[in-house]
């Protein structure tokens, strides 16, 4: 293996350790420690499995990934200010900028591990998109911009849906990118492991949150008395999935303002 899998196994070790006695202020540090941890090991097995990854064979656009981050997760911020989904403990404005930088590198990573290990590979069926569904699409992207704002209530679901609906049919039609072109191409497989790719990311971020020094807490309408995974209660974890449809689309979209080169995330 790589020697960034065995750095990751160190950080995702000390991480834990320091959960378990809380040492300050290396705790408040806790989730970029361990992300940054498993971030290093997924690539290194990615690598393992393709013989190409994003920081040994792109490292500018692995840390291009980790500064677009930012702005990404400041969209759902500014959201949060109408739904108030989510509040936070312990956290400085410094250390969040750390946190977010590792949301679209996290989720990318785990998208290209199930990637590499195939495991939807048989499904090749082509899915066409017609014009009109892409209207229809980019429509909804409007309505759900607006709907958390004006209804933060009944419309906080559509948050997570934003991004993915207004970006994606700008990515197929523009840029002839993005997973539902790919799909149009009969790559079903990118869009099972970008489905998958989200609740997978979600557990391991709702675990070490339930664990971390500063966290979050939730607020959910309608879901606060279910049964919960961690801080989370259990339908939550449906909305990674269009979380991770919209790092993608985003991510896609940006990347074409720097990288000329053939898209390393879909091959």
């Known amino acids: ?60 656009e692995f ?45 990318i990573e785990g998208f290209m591990l199930i990637n590499s290990l195939h495991p939807f590979s048989r499904f090749k069926a082509v899915f066409p998109v017609k014009r009109w569904e892409l209207y229809l699409v980019f429509l909804l992207g409007i309505f759900s911009a607006v709907a958390p704002i004006f209804s933060p209530k009944y419309g906080f679901p559509f948050v997570w849906l934003v991004l993915f609906f207004l970006l994606e049919p700008i990515n197929f039609s523009f840029l002839k990118k993005g997973l539902l072109y790919q799909m149009s191409k009969g790559r079903m497989d990118l869009f099972y492991s970008a489905i998958l790719a989200g609740p997978l990311t979600g557990f391991f971020w709702e675990m070490w949150n339930y664990f971390a020094y500063p966290k979050w807490a939730y607020n959910i309408p309608f879901m606060n008395t279910l049964p919960k995974l961690f801080a989370m209660p259990l339908p939550g974890y449906l909305g990674y999935i269009p979380f991770s449809l919209s790092i993608l689309a985003f991510y896609v979209f940006f990347r074409r303002f720097v990288f000329k080169y053939k898209d390393p995330i879909f091959s």
């Open 1 to 60: 293996m790589r020697l960034h899998f065995y750095i990751g196994l160190i950080l995702i070790a000390f991480a834990v350790f320091d959960f378990v006695h809380p040492l300050l202020p290396i705790a408040l540090w806790y989730i970029p420690i361990i992300w940054y941890g498993y971030i290093f090991v997924v690539d290194s097995i990615v690598f393992k499995l393709r013989k190409s990854s994003l920081i040994v064979n792109h490292p500018t």
């Open 63 to 107: 840390i291009f990934m980790l500064l677009i981050s930012v702005p990404f997760w400041l969209v759902f911020e500014f959201y949060n200010l109408f739904t108030k989904n989510w509040i936070y403990f312990g956290f400085t404005w410094y250390i969040h900028l750390v946190d977010f930088t590792i949301i679209i590198p996290a989720v």
